[in-house]
């Protein structure tokens, strides 16, 4: 019985309980016990869960703890459901659990979610890709508490004026503009994005010449991410060049350009 329901890793999405993938809605609605962070999954998302599942918020629980509660379900033959905020490949601490798992020999299935970047993205209605802008999308965070490999420290990441992602890292706000200004330049805008599509989101707009004294004076420390790109300027400069996919001129696949 046990192993007829794999363990499920859910990444819920940034908050809305719309923006979780309908597969995922199905496993939670089917779920026995559900494990959530009380302090990043919202109350709304859980409200997927059957009224008779079982809600544990790991939100104080150590790795241990979290994995002793997710084998002692299954193998009473309950279906269990591991929800992670955002998308369970960003940021989630998932491998670990997966591992401690994996060796038990219990099967598991992930399932992946939107994630905050491509939420934040959706709230400005912007494109982070444009043509003859940038191509590249990196996410990534700011060395604190937990390093980053020195090969991916902000300042180099920085150097191609790619569209940059910035998770987990609001708090660390002063270090981050102080490691991009000298690629993307003073004058680069920047957005911070605070608990977005969360009821209370909130969007804040600036330079990086003046984000980090507006992020305080916001009071967000934690629950953000930080975006800068020159794709942010898109509406101000204008494009300069459009896609090729439905330039009337351009041959592909599906369709033949003609100059007509």
């Not at 998308?87 to 601490?93: E, I, K, R």
């Amino acid at each position: 019985m046990a192993d007829k329901f794999p363990v499920i890793f859910l990444g819920a999405g940034p908050g809305d309980p719309e923006l979780i993938t309908v597969k995922g809605q199905r496993a939670l609605a089917q779920a026995d016990v559900v494990l959530y962070a009380g302090s990043l999954v919202s109350d709304a998302v859980l409200g997927w869960a059957k009224p008779a599942a079982a809600l544990i918020d790991t939100a104080s629980l150590a790795l241990e703890q979290i994995v002793a509660k997710i084998i002692e379900a299954h193998r009473a033959g309950k279906r269990v459901v591991r929800v992670h905020s955002g998308d369970t490949a960003l940021f989630s601490a998932m491998q670990e659990q997966l591992e401690i798992l994996e060796q038990e020999e219990i099967p598991c299935q992930v399932i992946p979610g939107v994630t905050a970047a491509s939420a934040a993205a959706a709230a400005l209605a912007q494109e982070l890709t444009l043509p003859e802008v940038t191509q590249t999308i990196i996410l990534t965070r700011a060395a604190g508490r937990t390093p980053v490999p020195e090969a991916e420290s902000l300042d180099k990441l920085a150097r191609p004026g790619a569209s940059l992602v910035i998770y987990l890292s609001t708090k660390l706000i002063d270090q981050v503009v102080a490691d991009l200004t000298g690629s993307y330049g003073p004058s680069a805008p920047v957005v911070v994005a605070y608990r977005v599509s969360w009821p209370d989101q909130r969007i804040i707009r600036g330079t990086l010449a003046d984000i980090a004294a507006k992020v305080k004076e916001a009071g967000i420390e934690r629950q953000a991410l930080i975006m800068v790109s020159p794709a942010l300027n898109a509406r101000e400069s204008k494009l300069k060049a459009q896609s090729k996919l439905y330039d009337r001129t351009f041959s592909h696949g599906y369709r033949s350009g003609s100059e007509d």
